[in-house]
């Protein structure tokens, strides 16, 4: 499948949208992100040599199982350190390097099944759940650059992610907003329903969130208008980063081979405030 209009693409694999449709590249948010932390030349090396963590395979198995779309969900069989593991891994490592598979052990399974228990028990999900299609695929062009999102859950009215972690407290997703910029995808996310014509894009995309310990439990949280207002700025100069390098070819590096002098970083003044009076 090739992408050569802006729309919405419904039952397109998980295969296909990763190996990125759209001819010559698109932008997504995870790109993006990576952009606003690295120079071009760092970010592309990163998403191009990406590899996913025990915790990212966790929560795609939880996404295939929960949302009944996505990769296909491999249990392993054998112990990985014997004959028959190290056969059965090799015998699906293809499907899982492209991403049209996520392997997990019988343990991990029994961990997804109470998860997914978890979130059953919940009205309020499984209404959204019930409502909602699932991995729906969106393609936009803008500022000169193609651009592309995978909604886990979207209505008529309004688009959700799921995550998953150790701690879904308020304090703890605002910690994983700064550490991975969550906000930003969720207005990456919005601003492509709205170029696309979508009503979702008019409501701020919100997060289901479910801890991976015993009793699995669950909030839903929604990046503040600060959040979303710098996300913004974000993404716009991430588009325009990534549209400069697709027409020139060029991803630079850092601008000098010398940098500046540098200074220590500001909690280094409060953790010795005590030394600092013998400084002055």
Known sequence: ?????????????????????????????TFARL????????????????????????????????????????????DGRTKDGKAERLAAAPLIATEAAVAVTEKE???????????????????????????????????????????????DTEAWDSKTTQDVSRLRFSKALGSYGYHQ??????????ALGHKAGRKRMRFICQETEAPYLVQIHTPDDEAMDFAAILNDRAISVFAEAQKTGVWPGYPELVAEATPLPSWYFYQHE??????I
């Open 185 to 194: 995808q969720a207005e990456f996310y919005q601003r492509g329903l709205r």
């Open 109 to 155: 399974r029994a961990q997804i099944l109470g998860m997914v228990e978890a979130l059953h028990m919940l009205p309020d999900v499984v209404e959204i759940l019930a409502k909602a299609e699932s991995e729906v695929s969106g393609f936009w062009t803008e500022g000169g650059a193609w651009c592309r999102s995978r909604y886990d859950l979207l209505t």
């Open 274 to 279: 005590d030394d600092m009076e013998l400084v």
């Open 35 to 78: 952009l606003t932390e690295h120079v071009p030349a760092k970010a592309k090396a990163r998403r191009e040599n990406r590899q996913p963590t025990k915790s990212m395979n966790l929560g795609k198995a939880v996404h295939a199982t929960v949302l009944g779309a996505g990769p296909e969900l491999i249990v392993w069989e054998f």
């Open 1 to 29: 499948m090739s992408i050569t209009e802006p729309g919405l693409v419904h039952g397109m694999d998980d295969e296909t949208y990763h190996a990125d449709p759209v001819e010559g590249g698109s932008l997504s948010s």
